[in-house]
């Protein structure tokens, strides 16, 4: 089976530029997660998908990123635009349910911001 | 903080001996779940411990998880090398998604 698979691996930007992430899950799974891992931290949840719909995004810095899931398979995280305080690991993740289930992540990108 | 917290923040033992650490968590929980992270690595799932459960095994891993206290312990027994990573637990509840700070091991061989 194959797993979460996200690019760029790396990504090197000046601030104020854009920048786009994407995700392509496990097949068959509904759940989605984009997480923001900063440096010694634990994953941060930024966004919620359950097919193509939003559970929760509560913790999206709406002003400067966006995500979407269109046909409720693959995605993308956009931040526009990218500050320095975004330098930091985005890790996808997959799941077959909402809730209760393992989730199954990707290698991330790491995202550097000068 | 909604987090919670993890204890130690890190820890360093010798190869063979057991790793204890422990996560906290403030609210109700649905599950809560253990994973590991090697460095500049994606988070691997452990093992999952339902809110009706209070033990859990699988391999050198033994999960407990007192909801009266609201915590949860990951013992790692006869540690090895190769089991230096992070390690941190998630909460699910209610809608949220919530990831400790992580524990930071490391195994000296």
């Known amino acids: 089976e194959a797993g979460v698979a996200q690019s760029p691996r790396y990504k090197i930007i000046e601030k104020r530029q854009s920048v786009a992430f994407w995700c392509n899950p496990i097949?068959?799974?509904?759940?989605l997660y984009w997480y923001q891992q900063i440096l010694g931290q634990g994953p941060k949840l930024l966004i919620q998908?359950?097919?193509?719909?939003?559970?929760?995004d509560s913790q999206l810095p709406k002003d400067r990123f966006s995500a979407e899931r269109l046909k409720g398979v693959d995605s993308t995280l956009k931040i526009q635009p990218a500050k320095l305080e975004d330098s930091a690991v985005y890790l996808c993740?997959?799941?077959?349910?909402?809730?209760?289930?393992?989730?199954?992540f990707g290698p991330g990108t790491r995202l550097t911001v000068l | 903080s909604q987090q919670g917290e993890e204890d130690p923040q890190a820890l360093s033992i010798q190869e063979g001996e057991n790793a204890t650490m422990n996560c906290s968590y403030k609210?109700?929980?649905?599950?809560l779940q253990w994973y590991r992270q090697n460095s500049g690595r994606g988070l691997v799932h452990l093992i999952l411990?339902?809110?009706?459960?209070r033990e859990k095994h699988s391999g050198r891993l033994r999960v407990t998880l007192d909801t009266s206290k609201k915590s949860s312990s990951l013992l790692i027994t006869a540690s090895r090398a190769a089991d230096t990573a992070s390690y941190f637990c998630?909460?699910?509840?209610?809608?949220?998604?919530?990831f400790g700070p992580g524990t930071s091991l490391s195994v000296i061989p």
């Open positions: 411990i339902r809110s009706n459960e």
């Open positions: 097949s068959g799974h509904a759940t």
């Open positions: 609210t109700s929980i649905n599950n």
């Open positions: 998908f359950q097919n193509n719909g939003v559970v929760d």
């Open positions: 998630e909460r699910t509840s209610y809608d949220k998604v919530i």
């Open positions: 993740a997959s799941s077959l349910e909402v809730h209760t289930d393992t989730q199954y």
